[in-house]
T-cell receptor
Framework: DTGVSQDPRHKITKRGQNVTFRCDPI?????LYWYRQTLGQGPEFLTY????????KSRLLSDRFSAERPKGSFSTLEIQRTEQGDSAMYLC??????????????FGPGTRLLVL | RKEVEQDPGPFNVPEGATVAFNCTYS??????FFWYRQDCRKEPKLLMS???SGNEDGRFTAQLNRASQYISLLIRDSKLSDSATYLC????????????FGAGTRLFVKA
């Protein structure tokens, strides 16, 4: 399967613990995005990378959140001192930029986080 | 006011019906527009891009109206398998990259 992959698919943690999620984009894609989705809402943009550079961060991304893409391939999203409000689906997407047909993002299956 | 707004539905339609969804956006500098489909507890999947000239893919037709700042999706001859949530997506690059998803419109197609 050459699509976007995410690991783990599910994570249950206790409040105050740190968690880290991994995303492997489609291999030739240079852009990688992180989103958060809660029930009944569309995905909310968190941050994105072009190659290894983090170009944009949402105001939603508090100091407890950090993302890296050290070699311009896979990315990690870490949440420190998790809170119950962090419970959500964390989605990763990748795209090829520039693209003549508009920048289409392809999503991974997501990591579902539950903070107890 | 939300930057991208959709009627949450649900739309309940019989098989074979035609159904239309609209989505409005507030940022006039928006440049790329898409419809994604999301099944329950799955990731969003691209349904189609939306161009000013309108575009069609089989039973699906998308339109963009920049003057009124809305996009639409028309589904003809609905199938049971069309039951899903349809997400409107708007991307802008002016003043920083921004991709905004609507909250989605739920569609149920019944036999």
């Amino acid at each position: 399967d050459t699509g976007v992959s995410q690991d783990p698919r599910h994570k249950i943690t206790k409040r105050g613990q740190n968690v880290t999620f991994r995303c492997d984009p489609i291999s030739e894609h240079n852009r990688l995005y992180w989103y958060r989705q809660t029930l009944g809402q569309g995905p909310e943009f968190l941050t994105y990378f072009q190659n290894e550079a983090q170009l944009e961060k949402s105001r939603l991304l508090s100091d407890r959140f950090s993302a890296e893409r050290p070699k311009g391939s896979f990315s990690t999203l870490e949440i420190q001192r998790t809170e119950q409000g962090d419970s959500a689906m964390y989605l990763c997407a990748s795209s090829l930029w520039p693209s003549g047909t508009g920048e289409t993002q392809y999503f991974g299956p997501g990591t579902r986080l539950l903070v107890l | 006011r939300k930057e991208v707004e959709q009627d949450p539905g649900p739309f309940n339609v019989p098989e074979g019906a035609t159904v239309a969804f609209n989505c409005t956006y507030s940022n006039s500098a928006s440049q790329s527009f898409f419809w994604y489909r999301q099944d329950c507890r799955k990731e969003p999947k691209l349904l189609m891009s939306v161009y000013s000239s309108g575009n069609e893919d089989g039973r699906f037709t998308a339109q963009l109206n920049r003057a009124s700042q809305y996009i639409s999706l028309l589904i003809r001859d609905s199938k049971l398998s069309d039951s899903a949530t349809y997400l409107c997506v708007v991307t802008s690059y002016t003043g920083g990259f921004k991709t905004i998803f609507g909250a989605g419109t739920r569609l149920f197609v019944k036999a």
